[in-house]
């Protein structure tokens, strides 16, 4: 099995990154990287107050902010 890794998987030494690589039978190369986990940004999340009901006619104000603040986020 260890045949199977070297001829398919290795490391970019600067970027420490897993990448293979094939070639088609017409012989175009290519190339994949492996996704890493660390790539995405963390998004954090506000929360919704203890007493906020989405329902409720009096809490409509509060959801249409929290809808308006996500959207500028994005």
């Not at 001829?7 to 996704?35: C, H, M, Q």
């Not at 963390?42 to 906020?52: E, P």
């Given at each position: ?20 690589a ?53």
């Amino acid at each position: 099995m260890r045949w199977i890794q070297n001829r398919y998987w290795w490391v970019i030494p600067d970027t420490n990154r897993f990448t293979a690589a094939w070639r088609e039978k017409s012989g175009k190369r290519y190339t994949l990287f492996l996704f890493r986990m660390s790539d995405l940004p963390i998004r954090r999340h506000v929360r919704i107050k203890g007493n906020a009901n989405p329902y409720s006619p009096s809490c409509q104000d509060y959801f249409t902010q929290r809808v308006a603040m996500k959207a500028v986020k994005v």
